[in-house]
């Protein structure tokens, strides 16, 4: 039984390889924009969403070679969405994962052609690869990330936040959901669903993988925000206690931190029931899932 | 004998009306978003690169309905690259046809958000219409349009733009049509080529309208240059001077007014040699040139 976290290790390096082949070389003009893609992709990410797309894939039979360049485009276009929302005008964060984030290494202009890039390669990755893939299966791929990347989906979850902060929601509660299950869950879901998409999985089957993925992106954002007010910058690698301060929607904020620590332990629960219905490396899922629900608080 | 301006007049309502069906509505959450869309795309753009997707086409035997779709997409994805240029990081330009740039009507952090929704929705458009296409025929005109969007096209070219604005280029002269042929040339070609795609033309005809389109992308650019000059912001409908002052590399700026009006009259004359090799709609594809030549200069 291979551990999440022992996954995680072995696979990221593999994952790394195949972001190195996808990405233009550092050396070819304009070489500070690709200089950038690659100081932003190879910034110490964990790549989860690349290992979401391996685990589900493999969960249902597909090779892994077939399913590592959708997981590393996966990687890309969370990138990309990292680096617009580190921008002054957006979250305005001088730190990522511990070093400057782009904006403040390179500069403004740059991060954000830095990261329609990052959007538009990794759109064209998942279109074009894998090569064995067949086309239906690669504009399949394609449009269930697009769909997951806009206005319905992690734009529109980043879009909801923004205007949560600008005016005071009036049902808070539900707004911090509908948020999350955008900003966070919608690639967490769309890296899962991607793996079943390379397995070729029928309906029902990618039904279970969009309520994990749900599952995991509630997860990832409830223990986020727990850490947000427990944790500190060393730990997080970026400012800690900068959701709260600016008056953000948080699960501590609106429900304190032992209801969002309840609310964590039940969507655990209902995840890890959900591992049931998989047809192999249910350890591998109920692993993850406990890694995402005990981290550090 | 259409006269392209006919033509453009003519088109731009219908390809209005399948930007509408394909935008998400601006009533529906979230609104605010939503609307910038609809703001931007619908701010009073000719629909030049729409126009040219159908012109192909059809010049190759391809039906407009085929044809709509990703020429909207192709509007979608200039709308884009519109509004992140106008951003106060890049090219600082309150006015955009007219008006208010997306970022002054609303805020940088939504225009942002906008611009790459716009990017991902119409590559999404590319790779999903028209439904009568083949999927081959879908992953080339996402593949080509993608790459031509791409840090080895525009958005290459508007990196290399900024880095010759801070470091004058040892060689302006190749820098600047280089950085044109990107910028500006990269989308009028894959506009196109988009038309041969859905035509599925052979390689000597995309290799063609490929050639036509460095010369579309030419002529814009130089008689862009040249009207920066001699234009006033009520006809451009932006703030004119502009380039010149900010030490821009420009035609005019590199070459003197006279000397780029010779050259522009140089690349019109190779462009109408090239529409002979047409196998139809000669006479709209010389009008087209003619118009992008003969702009009030």
Same mark, same amino acid.
């Given at each position: 039984?291979?551990?999440?976290?022992?996954?995680? !290790?072995?696979?990221?390096?593999?994952?790394?390889?195949?972001?190195?082949?996808?990405?233009?070389?550092?050396?070819?003009?304009?070489?500070?924009?690709?200089?950038?893609?690659?100081?932003?992709? %190879?910034?110490?990410?964990?790549?989860?969403?690349?290992?979401?797309?391996? *685990?589900?894939?493999?969960?249902?039979?597909?090779?892994?070679?077939?399913?590592?360049?959708?997981?590393?485009?996966?990687? *890309?276009?969370?990138?990309?969405?990292?680096?617009?929302?580190?921008?002054?005008?957006?979250?305005?964060?001088? #730190?990522?994962?511990?070093?400057?984030?782009?904006?403040?290494?390179?500069?403004?202009?740059?991060?954000?052609?830095?990261?329609?890039?990052?959007?538009?390669?990794?759109?064209?990755?998942?279109?074009?690869?894998?090569?064995?893939?067949?086309?239906?299966?690669?504009?399949?791929? *394609?449009?269930?990330?697009?769909?997951?990347?806009? /206005?319905?989906?992690?734009?529109?979850?980043?879009?909801? $936040?923004?205007?949560?902060?600008?005016?005071?929601? !009036?049902?808070?509660?539900?707004?911090?959901?509908?948020?999350?299950?955008?900003? /966070?869950?919608? #690639?967490? /879901?769309?890296?899962?669903?991607?793996?079943?998409?390379?397995?070729?999985?029928?309906?029902?089957?990618?039904?279970?993988?969009?309520?994990?993925?749900?599952?995991?992106? #509630?997860?990832?954002?409830?223990? $986020?925000?727990?850490?947000?007010?427990?944790?500190?910058?060393?730990?997080?690698? &970026? /400012?800690?206690?900068?959701?709260?301060?600016?008056? &953000?929607?948080?699960?501590?904020?609106? %429900?304190?931190? !032992?209801?969002?620590?309840?609310?964590?332990?039940?969507?655990?629960?209902?995840?890890?029931?959900?591992?049931?219905?998989?047809?192999?490396?249910?350890?591998? %899922? !109920?692993?993850?899932?406990?890694?995402?629900?005990?981290?550090?608080?």
């Amino acid at each position: 039984m291979t551990s999440f976290e022992t996954f995680l !290790e072995t696979l990221a390096p593999r994952v790394d390889e195949v972001l190195d082949e996808l990405l233009p070389a550092a050396d070819r003009p304009p070489q500070r924009l690709h200089a950038a893609l690659r100081y932003s992709v %190879f910034a110490g990410g964990k790549r989860v969403r690349p290992s979401l797309v391996v *685990m589900a894939g493999e969960a249902y039979g597909a090779k892994r070679e077939t399913l590592l360049p959708g997981a590393a485009a996966m990687e *890309m276009i969370h990138t990309f969405s990292l680096v617009h929302d580190d921008l002054p005008a957006l979250d305005d964060d001088d #730190l990522r994962r511990g070093r400057a984030s782009l904006h403040k290494a390179y500069d403004e202009a740059l991060a954000i052609l830095a990261g329609d890039a990052l959007l538009n390669l990794g759109l064209l990755c998942v279109a074009r690869r894998p090569a064995a893939a067949s086309l239906a299966v690669r504009a399949r791929a *394609m449009e269930m990330v697009a769909e997951a990347v806009g /206005t319905d989906g992690m734009i529109g979850g980043q879009m909801a $936040d923004l205007e949560a902060e600008a005016n005071w929601p !009036e049902n808070p509660q539900d707004a911090l959901e509908s948020i999350h299950r955008r900003k /966070t869950g919608a #690639l967490l /879901t769309a890296s899962l669903r991607l793996g079943g998409v390379y397995a070729e999985v029928d309906e029902s089957a990618d039904r279970l993988l969009h309520q994990l993925g749900d599952g995991l992106g #509630l997860l990832f954002q409830i223990g $986020d925000d727990i850490l947000d007010v427990v944790g500190n910058a060393e730990a997080l690698g &970026k /400012t800690a206690g900068k959701d709260a301060d600016s008056r &953000k929607l948080t699960y501590p904020g609106l %429900f304190g931190l !032992e209801e969002s620590r309840r609310r964590l332990a039940a969507v655990e629960e209902e995840a890890l029931d959900l591992c049931a219905a998989l047809p192999d490396q249910r350890a591998l %899922f !109920e692993s993850l899932i406990r890694y995402l629900g005990d981290r550090d608080h």
